[in-house]
């Protein structure tokens, strides 16, 4: 199985920071890498897509970047209704593991 | 607007078998795969498996396998996830969710259910 870390685990940002979340694979996956954002009691929303592709309807202060292993979801102005959970996910070999998740909060 | 309706919550005794739904709405439904998601209290994500209505066709993370049973009926646009004894640790939320690309079990989940809360108690 290839598996997903994040990090960091846990960040608190101000309204207006930029901030950065960055997923690595056990193995290389080329750009098959998706992000979600998860708010409490409700479901996961695909944010990004094969790394750097923004799904429609999201806004364009979320970017994606990376390939191979590496990889960065950066919040350009956080918004206070950006505080979530924040997950990654690789779409190259089922299983299609997740990355623990990183929880951000608005100070 | 595609949506998927998941089955109300659950409460069950270890030991005892379940079977939790996701209806699809639309006239697309065997044409997409739909896996199926677990989160477990204050946790993650964890991929447990999807399946492609339009032959049944499943595929299981190795961590379920054996664990659960992936169906689906196409005929009513409906996914299944099924257990035949139930734990304590199943206690979890489940998603089913769809991927973004037709007859594609890798594309990234853009469409998903609201959740079905499972919880096992004795």
Redesign the interface.
């Known amino acids: 199985d290839i598996q997903m870390t994040q990090s960091p685990s846990s960040l608190a940002a101000s309204v207006g920071d930029r901030v950065t979340i960055t997923c690595r694979a056990s193995q290389s996956i080329s750009h098959y890498l998706n992000w979600y954002q998860q708010k409490p009691g409700q479901a996961p929303k695909l944010l990004i897509y094969d790394a750097s592709t923004l799904q429609s309807g999201v806004p364009s202060r979320f970017s994606g970047s990376g390939s191979g292993t590496d990889f960065i979801l950066t919040i350009y102005s956080l918004q206070p209704e950006d505080s979530a959970t924040y997950y990654c996910q690789q779409s190259h070999t089922a299983p299609l593991n997740f990355g623990q998740g990183t929880r951000l909060e608005i100070k | 607007e595609v949506q998927l309706v998941q089955s109300g919550p659950e409460v069950k005794k270890p030991g005892e078998s379940l079977k939790i739904s996701c209806k699809g709405s639309g006239n697309s439904f065997t044409n997409f795969w739909i896996?199926w998601?677990r989160q477990m209290p204050g946790k993650?994500?964890?991929?447990m498996?999807?399946i492609y209505p339009g032959d049944s066709d499943t595929?299981?993370?190795?961590?379920f396998q054996g664990q659960v049973t992936i169906s689906a009926d196409k005929s009513i646009s409906t996914a299944y996830l099924q257990w035949s004894s139930v734990r304590a640790s199943d206690t979890a939320m489940y998603?089913c969710?769809r991927p973004?690309e037709t007859g594609s079990?890798?594309?990234?989940?853009?469409i998903?259910?609201?959740?079905t809360l499972v919880t096992v108690s004795s």
């Not at chain 2, 079990?105 to 853009?110: G, I, Q």
Request: no cysteine.
């Open positions: 896996g998601v993650g994500l964890e991929w498996g999807i595929r299981y993370s190795p961590s998603y969710a973004r079990s890798h594309a990234a989940f853009d998903w259910g609201q959740g």
